[in-house]
Each structure stands twice: as C-alpha cells, then as structure tokens.
C-alpha cells in the first residue's frame, strides 16, 4: 500500500459518504410514492440477478479475468447444501472446510 | 410503531442472527486484511462502522493494497455499492417520511436485509428490514475488531478458505429468492450477463448489468406479484 496514515483516513471518509449517497439516492428521490405496476413487477425481480452476479463473479472471477479456484469447489458444495436446507452457519463451514483443505492440499 | 411493526423487527432480528454469524468471520477477514495492508486497527474498525457494506470494503481494500491511489478505490466501492441504487429505489415507496427520515432508513439496507425483508410483490416491511441488519451491523464491527487486533495470530484468511464464505452468504439469501416462479430464469439470465462481462468491464459493472435481467419480471410466468399481495393473509 502506497497510502499514508492521514490518506486512509481520507479514503475511509470518501468510502463512508459515497456508500451513504449511493444508500440514500433511491429513497430521496422516488420518495413514498406508489409506482407504476410494471415497474413494481421488474422491482420484484431485481434482487435474484443482483445476488447471482455477485455470486457468480466472486467465485468465477478474478479481475477481469475467469479462473476456478478451491473456493469455487467450497462455495458449490455450501450451495448444493443449502439447498438440501442445511443451516446456513452448517452449509458455511462446510464450504471453508473444504476450500481450506483443497488449498493445503495444492 | 404498532404490535405489528414490533413483531416484524422481532422476527428479522431472528432471522439476522445466522447472517450475522457468517457475517462476523467475513468482516474478521476484512480486519485482518485491512491491517496487514498497512490500515491500523482503528481504521479497519472505522471501515467496518462507517461503511457497513462488505464487497465494497473488500473491492477498495484490494485497489490500495495493490499499491492503487484514492480516485480508483472509490470507483471500485461505488461500483461494488452500485447496486444499493437499485435496491434503494425499489424499497423507496415502502419508506415513509421526508427526503431526510428516508435517506436515514435507506442507510439499513444490507443485501440480506433487503431480500428478507421484501414481500414479494415489489412492497417492503421496513420494520422487518431494520430487524435483520441490526443484529448484522454489530457482528460486522465485532469482527473487525478481532481481525483487526487478532490478526498476527489468524495469519492469512484464505488460507483458512475464509474468502468461501462470502459467497455462502449470498447463496443463502439467493435460495429463498429463487422459490418464486419465474426467479430461476431471471437469476440464470444475471449469471450470464455478468459472466460475459467480467473480461470487458471493471469488477462492479458486471453485477449492476445483471440488474438488467429483471426486466424480464414483465414477461414471466406467475401471476402478477400485486394482485397476489391483495389475496395475501
């Protein structure tokens, strides 16, 4: 890192009011009114595209490029577990166990 | 605040909890990722409190401790929190108030919370929504301090297959998500966006298009989420 102490500081202060906007921007300005319904509709879908893309890149991705990694054989097993219905905190050590293991192994 | 709101806050507490949890080890390996790149505790500690909004903290961590200047972490945070934008607008007819009480509310929105907390037919239960980030912020900063101060110790998280957990987390909310009809095709049709842009784009945008697959909502099967909230018990 080439940041100086009082320059960290500056990049936590940017990172705070930048993520406040961003969070604010949406409510300010459509406010607590009714929307139209087939904008609803497409609201209610946002979210499933939204969770799968940061899904699938932080496993998938590294920078720009596409590479497989242990963690994505751990995340594939927390996922098939999840779905089995297994407790998330079960499902979660299960997949760091695995990748903890894998990488040891490699 | 009614009887209802209080049971609300009260079930997305609970169902905070196990997020909070896996939140914890997460925001840990932010701590010790923060301070072995040159942050002091207190400024890894102060990431965690200030901002509060896990792939943003991680996206800018890896640009500075990269040797990347200001300028460039922010835009990774703000690409990374660019889906916030979204989530907020969809959550801003749900919140009352004026601009200021609901710029403050829109502040809880964490992804969990915000899927938790949706009904499903594009409306929000805030109460439940303020509920489950709750539990979610303390953990968050609980984690960082350890990490922070723990860090000599813990060594390095991936070692640890820490940075699988991540993604568990989002995997968990997607599951409950993916119950509704025509969500599959959606999510499927975001994982391809995303995927085809990753070598074209900067970490972030890739996410934020995959939001374009929503439209679909229009088009998919299932009845029309509105006219099922009015049947709803």
């Not at chain 2, 991540?166 to 994982?191: N, Q, W, Y």
Request: proline share 6%.
């Amino acid at each position: 890192m080439t940041l100086g102490t009082t320059e960290v500081w500056l990049l936590i202060l940017g990172l705070a009011v930048t993520t406040a906007l961003v969070k604010a921007a949406g409510p300010v300005l459509v406010g607590g009114r009714e929307l139209p319904r087939p904008f609803m509709r497409v609201l209610s879908f946002a979210a499933a595209p939204l969770l799968t893309a940061l899904v699938v890149t932080s496993v998938l991705a590294d920078g720009r490029r596409l590479a497989v990694g242990a963690d994505t054989v751990g995340v594939l097993l927390g996922t098939v577990l999840l779905l089995l219905r297994v407790p998330l905190m079960v499902a979660a050590a299960a997949a760091v166990v695995v990748t903890a293991t894998l990488r040891a192994l490699t | 605040m009614t009887e209802q709101d209080r049971e609300s806050f009260r079930q997305g507490f609970r169902q905070g909890l196990p997020f909070g949890v896996v939140g914890f080890v997460i925001s840990l390996s932010f701590g010790v990722l923060a301070t072995d790149a040159g942050f002091t505790p207190w400024q890894a500690i102060a990431v965690a409190g200030l901002v509060f909004a896990g792939s943003a903290q991680f996206a800018s961590l890896s640009v500075v401790a990269g040797g990347g200047g200001i300028p460039a972490a922010l835009a990774a945070a703000t690409l990374m929190n660019s889906r916030f934008l979204a989530m907020g607008i969809a959550l801003a007819p749900s919140l009352p108030g004026g601009p200021v009480t609901r710029a403050a509310q829109g502040q809880a929105v964490v992804d969990s919370s915000w899927a938790l907390a949706s009904r499903g037919d594009g409306t929000f239960d805030r109460w439940r929504l303020f509920g489950t980030t709750l539990p979610q912020y303390l953990t968050w900063l609980a984690g960082t301090v350890v990490g922070a101060y723990a860090g000599d110790l813990i060594g390095d998280p991936e070692r640890w297959g820490l940075d699988a957990l991540f993604p568990v987390f989002f995997v968990a909310i997607l599951v409950a998500e993916l119950k509704r009809p025509g969500a599959r095709v959606v999510a499927l049709t975001g994982a391809v966006i995303a995927l085809a842009l990753v070598p074209w784009t900067p970490p972030g945008i890739p996410i934020l298009a995959a939001s374009v697959a929503a439209l679909l909502g229009l088009v998919a099967p299932g009845a029309d989420p509105v006219a099922d909230a009015g049947e709803a018990p």
